[in-house]
């Protein structure tokens, strides 16, 4: 019998010639820019310097924050609560979750805005509760007042939130749709309501759908909320810097003051969407975050 011989083959890694060079030459770009960037006078490094920490700055920044975090958890349990309405076999919950989004998706973000920010001529106060309705001068429900200028922040996180939850009740959607119907059919065989089954099968299930996009929301929002200039005496670090700029005659410097923050902002928000996606792929995706 003829004795098969074995030959080691030798792995020899395709070179990418081309890829090298492109790659170089983009840094080279890039080092070209900085070097250029660092001696251009318009930039005007100094009062970049002088600004990127003022006390002004600093505290529109932290507006800005607060109006990214506040907006967002109000339009994140909203769009929660619209999307599973999308799924209510319900009629009337359908309908008015679509009419929802329909509008706000519908009409641009800035028109919003500048609708909350005259609400206070059209209504002077809102009224929550049953209309109409009142034993002498005791009201079932609550008034608010809307005209004070305190209120003209509120109105601003308002209007952030409802745009948002119209895009994140889609988002959220998409999350549930991806979860197997054959998990609610056997959430009903075990004698489990639509709303439990929602709660504790369907929802943690699709979060792994739901997060990275949501996170994207996140980073637009901060983003967003420059155009709450449209909201009067509501100063987030867009209109600071911009108010800034027109008292010194020179917007450049307050502008790259302006980006450093939102990058500053959207860097946090990027690695704790990189750690929260970790958390929920956990048995689902184990090549997560492991780079070639």
């Not at 529109?60 to 609560?81: D, Q």
């Amino acid at each position: 019998m003829a004795q098969s011989t074995k030959t080691a083959i030798k792995a020899v890694p395709l070179r990418h010639p081309l890829r090298w060079a492109a790659a170089l030459y983009l840094v080279l770009v890039a080092a070209a820019f900085i070097v250029d960037a660092s001696h251009r006078s318009a930039y005007d490094w100094k009062s970049f310097n002088k600004y990127i920490f003022d006390a002004r700055v600093f505290k529109a920044a932290g507006v800005t924050l607060s109006l990214t975090i506040i907006a967002m958890f109000f339009a994140i349990l909203l769009g929660i609560a619209l999307a599973v309405m999308r799924r209510s076999p319900n009629p009337v919950f359908r309908n008015v979750s679509w009419v929802f989004i329909w509008i706000f998706r519908g009409t641009p973000v800035y028109v919003q805005l500048v609708f909350w920010g005259l609400l206070s001529t059209i209504y002077h106060s809102f009224f929550i509760g049953i209309p109409d309705i009142h034993f002498g001068h005791f009201y079932l429900g609550v008034h608010f007042a809307i005209s004070q200028t305190a209120s003209l922040y509120w109105l601003a996180i308002i209007g952030l939130s409802l745009n948002e939850a119209a895009y994140m009740a889609e988002i959220v959607r998409a999350g549930l749709l991806s979860v197997d119907n054959g998990q609610e059919e056997a959430a009903k065989s075990l004698g489990m309501s639509w709303w439990t089954t929602m709660r504790f099968i369907v929802i943690p299930q699709a979060m792994r759908i739901i997060i990275p996009p949501t996170g994207n929301e996140i980073v637009s929002m901060l983003k967003t909320t420059s155009l709450v200039t449209a909201v009067p005496l509501v100063t987030d670090l867009y209109a600071r810097t911009r108010n800034i700029s027109d008292e010194i005659y020179n917007p450049i410097p307050l502008l790259m003051v302006a980006c450093a923050w939102y990058l500053f902002f959207t860097t946090i928000l990027m690695f704790a969407q990189y750690f929260i996606e970790k958390r929920f792929a956990r048995g689902h995706s184990p090549m997560i975050g492991v780079q070639s």
